[in-house]
């Protein structure tokens, strides 16, 4: 399964990004797509997934601000970040994952700053 993710940048505080994210090759039905991020030294940290019948979850840190969704049909997921803030600065990585396989992406920088 290869990821191709797209959508980062620099953003003011408050703004709003999406990021968006297709996978391609040998595509499981029964799947979790995600957006997981991670900072120089730390570990990397689950942001928002999302199952293939739609079952999310966020991280406690972007509930209200952060929205995920797919497209089962393209294979995309797509991360809607609003509100955004000077800490949700990272390097963000889409994510499949399927009967005990993981795959990941290449990252996409995003930056809160003004």
């Known amino acids: 399964v290869q990821l191709q993710a797209s959508g980062g940048g620099l953003v003011q505080p408050g703004g709003s990004l999406r990021l968006s994210c297709v996978a391609s090759?040998?595509?499981?039905?029964?799947?979790?797509m995600g957006w997981y991020r991670q900072a120089p030294g730390k570990q990397r940290e689950s942001v928002a997934t999302?199952?293939?019948?739609?079952?999310?979850t966020y991280a406690d840190s972007v509930k209200g601000r952060f929205t995920i969704s797919r497209d089962n049909a393209k294979n995309t997921v797509s991360l809607q970040m609003n509100s955004l803030k000077p800490e949700d600065t990272d390097v963000y990585y889409c994510n499949y994952y399927s009967f005990g396989s993981n795959y990941w992406g290449k990252g996409t920088l995003v930056t809160v700053s003004s």
């Open positions: 999302i199952t293939n019948v739609g079952r999310t």
């Open positions: 090759g040998f595509i499981v039905g029964i799947n979790t």
